[in-house]
């Protein structure tokens, strides 16, 4: 009888540790926020493309360059997270070098921040509004 239970022990903990993979597998890793301010004087904008924000130190559309692009527009959202200078962010990056010619790696800034939910910010009569962005790159 004795043998009997544990072979149904077995079993069932075999059963259980088979399941522990899909468990683990099903879980998503939480993004991080980031909360730039939206400084008129780095990010430029086009009327023909007005959801891509792109960035002054951007390398240009013939070898790469980074932009992000607008997911959605929120105009209250609750967050005690201060707002991060984005110029001094990418300047102070790894992916940035002031020696080189195309002072900025694009491809790498890019691919480091879809790690992140991103927002940019915009004050405007003192009222703060958040459009929701993603990190993208582009060669035209």
């Not at 790498?108 to 993208?136: H, M, P």
Request: proline letters at 1%; charged letters at 30%; a neutral charge.
């Amino acid at each position: 009888m004795n043998n009997v239970i544990k072979e149904d022990m077995k079993i069932a903990i075999l059963f259980i540790l088979s399941l522990f993979p899909c468990f683990v597998g099903a879980q998503e890793k939480v993004k991080d926020t980031l909360f730039f301010s939206y400084d008129t004087q780095y990010i430029i904008t086009f009327t023909e493309i007005p959801n891509h924000f792109y960035i002054k130190d951007g390398s240009g559309g013939n070898v790469g360059d980074f932009f992000f692009t607008g997911v959605q527009k929120i105009k209250n959202y609750k967050t005690k997270k201060r707002e991060i200078n984005l110029k001094e962010y990418i300047r102070s990056s790894k992916f940035y070098d002031e020696n080189r010619r195309l002072k900025l790696r694009d491809y790498e800034l890019a691919d480091y921040l879809e790690d992140y939910v991103i927002f940019l910010v915009k004050t405007e009569n003192g009222k703060k509004s958040y459009i929701q962005v993603e990190a993208s790159f582009e060669i035209e």
